[in-house]
């Protein structure tokens, strides 16, 4: 009796040996996003989330037995960074994410620790520059570089022979850096500049435009979103006819209707198919469209959160199969997105650098001709 | 040669042929495998790679140029100078590197990939440096920076342009060759193989044609003469030998087929034989039942009968005809088959034999619808897997007609019977008034005229008291015997008790006699208690009686179970009988000593018989004169 007992602990004790010795296959994998779905800059918000969706489940119906399900959970931060905090809590507690991809770079910033703490790898799939690059490890940043953007459109001032500029920005991280961005080359160049940030829910910019009319400022550059259409109205309304300048951001089509239709003609630096790899985004949009039934009206961030989506799930279906035991799942990942080197995309050919900041997305210059409708300018 | 051999011979060589076309085509596939190998991870991904870096290394020094010399370089072109700067060279390099890692070191490309990526970083390192020289229009109005950049790229980039490009050509040159080399040697592998194939199966296919048609001919003509005499056989002529040459296994066949025949000629003719015996038999069988004295009619499940005898045509007045195929309730009268069908009684109860018409009354119905007592012995058989029943019936009008004389004579012997038992009563008990009268009349001499009598007188009226005493026993005794079992009654008898009693009241004699009687347990019996006793008491009384002078008697009783009877034995160590005369000791009045020697009257064991017959059992002596005597006797446990 005594022998069978010590015969059956035995059994277990193998058993449970073997069941340790085998990783756990990863069934799923959970991917929050965080993005502006209401209120200000939906358009960095609903498409890109839409655009990742179509990603997800163009995967999940191909998908083999063995790699992983992906599910993607979004939560909408109003484009505030205050909201970043509850809207991460939300999806670790309620779902469980692997990882999150954040658009909104103050909301990145304000996330740091907890992803570090919590062994999240973050994506920012529309903003790429030197501050994020400079956080921790598990952050990363598939988009065009902010700062180079921004520098393309005080080029093309300085190349137009502008001699005064005033740049007017939203207060926060992504549009101060490409403001800055601006400046630096602009001073560079000797050109006068002057950078002010408004605040945030600010719609009267009267006083700043008439002060840099009497100024005789020569173009005026608005790093925003929706809140500067009251701005080129008021600027047009004053008599101002100087060349307006903007951000990637000018497809909203509430910036439109706030401006009024001031906004045709302003420039600004864009992406569209063009740009990147013609057949991949133009498949892309097709797919876009027929799954939600129209096509993004702001291009670049869908096109952009595509590919960064894409590149993170080329990289976690082989988990099962690439991961050993000895190393966490959050390490593997990282790991692994560093070493993506040349991602045939739609926005191009990506690679991935060791700081986690990508290169391969090259914004071109445009101007609005209409509502929603921009043209390549031709230097 | 036997065909087994022939077949493992030729599928041998067929086998060996293709074993060999396997062989010289597993070599040739693993040499094109290695080949194709080579060419899927050595030749094709190093081209590619040599093609992409080319293509690249030249859109860059295009870009760079154009940079350089086009002041209005379009931002599109910028930013593909961008991509190859920051993407796709930086690309390239891990390619050339993760490929080399792949190859072994004396792999051309490995040998110089490290050249290739030192000259990759100088253009990244040159192309960006014009990049930054170069930001604006103004920069091109630069003198200094314009010449810089001329230089960088008239100069540097140029320099390492032509000098990755010469080494990507050579390189691109050689693998190409080697690309040529791996597909002429693939080529040249598939062909070799095709030509194996082609030449192994043309081999092949004429040794097989060759062997099937030699192996064809051998089998063919042995089976179409087996056929022949098979075919022979069929038609019923057995005489139908073969003779096939050779020792395969067809001539084997043959051999064993002229067995077969031969066996079955001999087998036909034991059928046929056997057939002659079974037809004498059923003839046998079919004159038993018509010979049968009963009439024997055979009736299948439906009661339809299906076999009749000539007695059943004689019994019943019908004709086979008549009768095959009609119901067997034709042949019983309409009063018997109101009362329940007695057929229908016996197909219920499988395998019993049932009697009808003993001890009750059965009839049967002829066609002249006259009614005959009949007694059918029913018995179920199976024949050919169906219930039948086959009814034997004789007529019992004569049977029956003695029976009725019997049971007649029966009643008159009864009451003749019952007549001499009463006249002997009557006699027994008539003749002893006058014996008294006598006895009382001899006293009434000796008394009143005692003076007058002289003594011969006297001793002849002793001799009349004497006689007239005896005669008087002699009618008691007659009168006893038949009064025996007159006005019993069957009852539960003890034989322990009886002896008991019987021992009490022989208690004088035996101990006059000093006679010793032993007896065990002893059963209780069905009988007449009084006659039991009786006869108890005669058997022991004879036993003490006939005694030896010289010895005394030792009477020993015993019993045995013997299943449906008792059988009790009284021994004894007397004087014994002489076998001559075992059989007269029960008769009536029969002595076979003088009163003299042995007193009595002689009608003891007539009584003990009479008394064992009427409980149905029966008497008998075993003895030995001198010895002793056995008087064995038997009761029925169940008396009727």
């Known amino acids: ?379 | 040669m036997k065909i087994r051999t022939k077949l493992i011979l030729s599928f041998g060589v067929i086998i060996s042929v293709l074993c060999i076309e396997i062989i010289l085509n597993q070599i040739i596939s693993d040499n094109a495998a290695d080949t194709y190998q080579k060419l899927k991870t050595q030749a094709l991904p190093t081209l590619r790679i040599l093609d992409k870096f080319e293509s690249v290394n030249n859109e860059f020094f295009l870009l760079s140029s154009n940079k350089v010399y086009n002041s209005n370089l379009p931002l599109d072109s910028q930013n593909r100078l961008n991509g190859i700067l920051e993407v796709e060279l930086p690309y390239l390099k891990t390619e050339l590197v993760q490929l080399s890692k792949n190859l072994e070191l004396n792999e051309e490309i490995s040998i110089k990939s490290p050249v290739i990526i030192e000259l990759t970083n100088d253009l990244i390192s040159l192309g960006n440096e014009v990049n930054n020289l170069l930001v604006l229009k103004d920069d091109y109005a630069d003198s200094e920076k314009m010449q810089t950049a001329i230089a960088l790229v008239e100069n540097d980039i140029s320099t390492k342009h032509a000098q990755l490009k010469t080494n990507l050509l050579i390189l691109k040159v050689n693998y190409g060759n080697l690309l040529e080399d791996y597909q002429n040697e693939f080529s040249q592998n598939l062909k070799s193989l095709s030509n194996i194939i082609l030449i192994t199966g043309g081999l092949g296919i004429l040794f097989g044609i060759g062997i099937a048609f030699l192996v064809i001919r051998s089998i063919s003509k042995p089976i179409r003469a087996l056929n022949t005499a098979a075919l022979r056989v069929s038609s019923g002529d057995y005489d139908a030998d073969i003779s096939l040459n050779g020792n395969d296994e067809l001539a084997s066949l043959g051999d064993s087929f002229n067995i077969m025949t031969s066996s079955l000629k001999g087998n036909f003719e034991l059928i046929k034989s056997n057939n002659k015996e079974i037809k004498q038999q059923e003839e046998r069988i079919r004159k038993v039942i018509e010979a049968s004295p009963a009439a024997i009619i055979l009736m299948d499940p439906t009661k339809k009968i299906s076999l009749i005898n000539k007695q059943t045509e004689k019994l019943f007045g019908y004709s086979r005809v008549d009768l095959i195929g009609e119901s067997a309730e034709k042949l019983i009268p309409l009063r018997i088959l109101n009362k329940g069908s007695i057929v229908d009684d016996i197909f219920s109860s499988k395998n019993k034999i049932d009697t009808l018409g003993v001890d009750q009354n059965f009839y049967g119905l002829t066609k002249n619808n006259e009614e005959l007592p009949i007694e059918i012995s029913l018995s179920f058989i199976e024949i050919h897997g169906q219930d039948m029943i086959l009814a034997s019936i004789v007529d019992i009008t004569e049977r029956k007609q003695q029976e009725a004389d019997i049971k007649k004579y029966v009643e008159q012997l009864k009451s003749k019977n019952k007549e001499l038992e009463q006249f002997s009563y009557i006699t027994s008990h008539d003749l002893q008034e006058p014996l008294r009268t006598v006895l009382s009349f001899i006293d009434l001499i000796k008394e009143d005229y005692n003076d007058k009598l002289d003594k011969e007188l006297n001793t002849y009226l002793n001799y009349i008291s004497d006689a007239s005493i005896r005669m008087s026993h002699l009618i008691k005794s007659l009168l006893d015997y038949s009064r025996i079992g007159h006005k019993g009654k069957i009852e539960m008898v003890n034989c322990n008790r009886i002896l008991s009693s019987v021992t009490a009241d022989l208690k004088y004699k035996i101990e006059e006699s000093e006679a010793e009687i032993h007896y065990g347990d002893l059963p209780t019996i069905e009988g007449y208690k009084l006659e039991i006793r009786l006869l108890f008491q005669n058997l022991i009384t004879n036993a003490i009686k006939f005694q030896k002078k010289t010895e005394v008697a030792k009477i020993n009783i015993s019993f045995e179970d013997k299943w449906t009877y008792w059988q009790f034995n009284i021994a004894d160590n007397g004087i014994g009988i002489r076998e001559e005369f075992q059989n007269k000791i029960f008769v009536i009045f029969q002595r076979l000593h003088n009163r003299e020697a042995y007193d009595g009257t002689g009608i003891g064991l007539s009584h003990c018989k009479k008394i064992v017959e009427l409980h149905g059992g029966e008497i008998w002596v075993s003895s030995e004169e001198g010895i002793g005597s056995t008087f064995h006797f038997t009761i029925p446990k169940n008396i009727e």
């Open chain 1, 1 to 379: 009796m005594i022998f069978k007992k010590k015969v059956i602990v035995l059994f277990l004790i193998f058993l449970a040996t073997l069941s340790a010795c085998n990783d756990p296959e990863v069934k799923e994998i959970n991917v929050g996003f965080i993005g502006p779905m209401s209120t200000r800059a939906t358009d960095l918000g609903i498409d890109p989330s839409k655009a990742m969706q179509l990603a997800i489940e163009q995967y999940n119906s191909s998908k083999s037995e063995t790699q992983p399900q992906i599910n993607l959970f979004i939560e909408d931060d109003k484009w505030e960074k205050e909201m970043a905090k509850p809207a991460y809590e939300k999806l670790r507690k309620e779902h469980n994410i692997d990882v999150l991809f954040i658009s909104n770079t103050d909301g990145t910033i304000e996330l740091q620790d907890k992803i570090i703490e919590d062994g999240v790898i973050a994506i920012n799939p529309l903003n790429n520059d030197k501050l994020l690059s400079s956080l921790n490890k598990n952050t990363f940043k598939i988009a065009k570089s902010t700062e180079e953007v921004h520098k393309a459109l005080g080029i093309r001032m300085i190349e137009l022979g502008i001699k005064k500029v005033l740049i007017l920005h939203f207060p926060n991280d992504f549009m101060t850096i490409g403001g800055n961005a601006i400046k630096d080359i602009l001073t560079e160049n000797g050109i006068e500049n002057k950078l002010i940030e408004i605040k945030k829910d600010q719609t009267n910019f009267t006083e700043i435009l008439q002060t840099a009319k009497e100024t005789e400022t020569e173009a005026y550059v608005f790093l925003g979103y929706n809140e500067f259409g009251f701005a080129m109205k008021q600027a047009r309304d004053l008599g101002i006819e100087a060349p307006f300048f903007g951000s990637t951001t000018l497809l909203d089509p509430v910036f439109f209707s706030n401006s009024e239709g001031a906004i045709v003609g302003t420039e600004c630096t864009f992406f569209t198919p063009l740009d990147g790899n013609y057949i991949l985004a133009n498949e892309f949009l097709e797919s876009f469209k027929k799954r939600f039934g129209e096509e993004p009206f702001s291009i670049w961030p869908p096109l952009q959160a595509y590919d960064a989506m894409n590149i993170l799930i080329n990289e976690v279906k082989t988990i099962n199969e690439d991961k050993s035991k000895d190393v966490t799942q959050v390490d593997w990942l990282r790991n692994r997105l560093l070493n993506v080197k040349y991602y045939q995309g739609v926005c191009g050919n990506i690679s991935i650098t060791s700081d986690g900041s990508s290169r391969g997305i090259y914004f071109s210059l445009y101007k609005v001709e209409s509502d929603g409708k921009l043209i390549k300018i031709k230097r």
